[in-house]
């Protein structure tokens, strides 16, 4: 995963509430093994009806409750593959916010007046360091676990903290071989 520090620029604004993961990106495109090229399909029935329009930037303002649905990881790939790299809403599934940060994707929650503003602005700078939202109406603190802000600034995924203890772990493994050892059947 690459580090995330400040992403800054353009927002895209979806002004709907309950998006769940099979609206972001419908079930029958879930066939891909790789983590890429989802986004084409990105909110596919609304973007081919014409009922929404978005412009590929880097952050996405929506409605509360964004990523309802299934567990799909598949969610944030489209979403990242289609140009965004964070979303701003008020209210997040727990299940989409954790698949988030797990691939390296900053689900910032904040309250509905300021996503209201940074829709209206159209610019804002998200500084993960820091923890604030900067945007024309001011500069709004916005909370998130020190383990996940640790992971993302560093752009490390699980396995890559894991690995970070791996002379731990083989010295334990070196102390109590009988645990790491396999067993055979008869």
Known sequence: MRPIDVIEGKVS??????VDTDQIIPKQ???????????????????????????????????PNFGSGSSREHAVWALADFGFEAVIA???????????????????IL?????????????VRIDLDDQTVDYE??????EIDEEVKHRLLGGH????????????????????PALGAPTTSL
């Open 137 to 142: 109406g001011g500069v709004v603190p916005f």
């Open 29 to 63: 495109f879930l066939k891909r093994i790789e983590r890429t090229g989802f986004g084409e399909f990105l909110f596919y029935d609304w973007l081919r009806d014409g009922e929404i329009e978005l412009e590929a930037n880097p952050v996405l303002v929506a409605g």
């Open 90 to 108: 008020p209210s997040f599934s727990d299940i989409f916010y954790s698949n988030a940060t797990k691939n390296g994707f900053l689900p910032v």
């Open 157 to 176: 995924d699980e396995i890559s903290v894991t690995l970070q203890s791996e002379s731990a772990i083989d010295d334990y493994e070196r102390a109590h």
């Open 111 to 123: 309250p509905r007046e300021h996503c209201r503003g940074i829709a209206e602005s159209g610019r």
């Open 13 to 18: 604004v979806l002004d709907r509430a309950d």
